[in-house]
């Protein structure tokens, strides 16, 4: 293969990685190796078109295979943390990106990353040392910052995630993150119909994308208005809080001696119970067209 061959070939496969294109890169970098197997750079590519098909193990292997041929031992570290991390295995990915901080220990995005396990193991105040940590030695590193915004999300701080959504959209040139990070501070809020047209705006700028494809169904939904019930349900409370009052009122209405509006209501009750029980088969079969 010339040295012009290789060259294109290595602009495909980053243009597919890119765009999230992992299983079409996937026959170009199998070429790579079958005509050089001990090729670190088509070997890590290999490790990452593995993890995207979630074949975490698969991924490891080919991830070490490029380390014992040289590939850069902090990403390669880092990428197996990543792989454990996945799995909800956090003592092995913690050891991984120790391994990786050993080796580059002022690496920002790499103790971002580690913040970002520590958060997920449930080490809040760890978690958010290793952050602050992060932004200090690169605050304008689109990844630490969405990190820290995730650790905001999961706290439901509506002020830093005001503030880091703005630190985002400023550092990253990802359309598709920034919207579906606008769609989750929206739906924090319980704003759901925002929430589904910033969905909807990062399904347009990237169809192929089957994580905003699910979302956005998810989303459409909510907003549709055979669950205009399940909406009035979320306001009041829940259907916990439905049911209390559903409780209450019947008592009242017993406690007077009013059957005849007991009956009523009752009725009433079990009709909007029995409705929002089979809204979303009604949903699957006549919006859907699964019939």
Not at 3 to 29: C, L, M, S, W
Not at 193 to 214: G, M, T
Not at 226 to 250: C, E, T
Request: some cysteine; charged content about 20%.
């Amino acid at each position: 293969m010339t040295i012009h061959a290789k060259e294109n070939d290595a602009t495909v496969i980053q243009h597919y990685f890119n765009i999230g294109r992992y299983e079409a890169a996937a026959p170009i970098i199998e070429n790579l190796l079958g005509q050089d197997p001990e090729n670190a750079t088509a070997l890590f590519q290999m490790a990452v078109v593995e993890m995207s098909r979630e074949d975490f193990s698969e991924a490891r292997e080919f991830c070490r295979e490029a380390l014992r041929f040289g590939y850069n031992e902090v990403n390669g570290y880092h990428f197996i943390g990543s792989t454990f991390q996945h799995e909800g295995n956090y003592v092995e990915a913690e050891e991984a990106f120790l391994a990786a901080l050993e080796k580059s220990p002022l690496d920002g995005e790499l103790m971002a990353s580690y913040g970002h396990l520590m958060l997920q193991a449930g080490h809040d105040k760890k978690a958010l040392a290793l952050l602050e940590q992060a932004r200090e030695l690169e605050p304008y590193s689109p990844r630490v910052n969405q990190f820290i915004l995730d650790f905001y999300f999961a706290k439901a701080d509506s002020k830093k995630q005001q503030k880091y959504i703005r630190n985002v959209m400023e550092t990253s040139a990802d359309e598709v993150q920034n919207l579906t990070n606008v769609a989750l501070f929206h739906a924090l809020k319980g704003e759901v119909k925002e929430a589904r047209e910033c969905y909807r705006q990062a399904f347009l700028v990237n169809p192929e994308d089957q994580n905003i494809v699910a979302l956005l169904g998810q989303y459409d939904s909510l907003t549709h208005p055979l669950f205009a019930p399940h909406r009035l349900v979320d306001k009041i409370g829940g259907p916990a809080m439905v049911w209390i009052a559903f409780m209450v009122i019947a008592l009242l209405l017993k406690a007077f001696e009013l059957y005849i509006p007991l009956i009523l209501f009752a009725g009433i009750y079990i009709l909007f119970a029995i409705y929002t029980w089979t809204a979303p088969l009604l949903y699957k079969w006549f919006v859907k067209g699964r019939l």
